[in-house]
T-cell receptor, first 115, second 110 residues
Framework: NAGVTQTPKFRILKIGQSMTLQCTQD?????MYWYRQDPGMGLKLIYY???????DKGEVPNGYNVSRSTTEDFPLRLELAAPSQTSVYFC??????????????FGPGTRLTVL | EDQVTQSPEALRLQEGESSSLNCSYT??????LFWYRQDPGKGPEFLFT???AGEEKEKERLKATLTKKESFLHITAPKPEDSATYLC???????????FGKGTTLSVSS
């Protein structure tokens, strides 16, 4: 089991460029999440998905889009990158929503810099 | 508003010097409190989940406890390899995701 994998590990974008952060999990989890982590701040939820074809906004969704066509994959799309999107992005998955015996498993992260 | 507050922000210990990290939360209807460990440049790694006041869980030198308003992560006789950022999280009101605290960065020197 690879768990949750993310690509790329690092990326530098210019203002206005677009990119897709990839996330794949091999645990057959229904629930997947995208968080961003800024220095000195807690992880903030961007989007989440409860299954293929179903996504919803989290706390900080502006400037991002997601899709979930398969159980395994949950890509995060940045359109028109801005310096405020410089952050470390983590993808996570869980068998069920947060609660009893439903811890989230995290990927290694993508460090994004927008210049 | 649901909130999670961790203290201290940073903690420096000598090897073998025991201490505790605090996580206080304000959320109605707690459906679990989660502790994670995060090493530099890596994603958070799950440690414990606590569900009811009075519950305790242990893993090596770590012991997590839970009251109605806060959780403590006790570190007994820490070693340098325990150096990491420890994150606390609770499910949000909707139960759709976790709310994380800012973390406590622990440094243990030999």
């Amino acid at each position: 089991n690879a768990g949750v994998t993310q690509t790329p590990k690092f990326r530098i974008l210019k203002i206005g460029q677009s990119m897709t952060l990839q996330c794949t999990q091999d645990m057959n989890h229904n629930y997947m999440y995208w968080y961003r982590q800024d220095p000195g701040m807690g992880l903030k939820l961007i989007y989440y998905s409860v299954g293929a074809g179903i996504t919803d906004k989290g706390e900080v969704p502006n400037g991002y889009n997601v899709s979930r066509s398969t159980t395994e994959d949950f890509p995060l799309r940045l359109e028109l990158a801005a310096p405020s999107q410089t952050s470390v992005y983590f993808c996570a998955s869980s068998y069920n929503l947060p609660g009893y015996n439903n811890e989230q498993f995290f990927g290694p992260g993508t460090r994004l810099t927008v210049l | 508003e649901d909130q999670v507050t961790q203290s201290p922000e940073a903690l420096r210990l000598q090897e073998g010097e025991s201490s505790s990290l605090n996580c206080s939360y304000t959320v109605s209807g707690l459906r679990g409190l989660f502790w994670y460990r995060q090493d530099p440049g890596k994603g958070p790694e799950f440690l414990f989940t606590l569900y009811s006041a009075g519950e305790e869980k242990e893993k090596e030198r770590l012991k997590a406890t839970l009251t109605k308003k806060e959780s403590f992560l006790h570190i007994t006789a820490p070693k340098p390899e325990d150096s990491a950022t420890y994150l606390c999280a609770v499910p949000n009101q909707a139960g759709t995701a976790l709310i994380f605290g800012k973390g406590t960065t622990l440094s243990v020197s030999s």
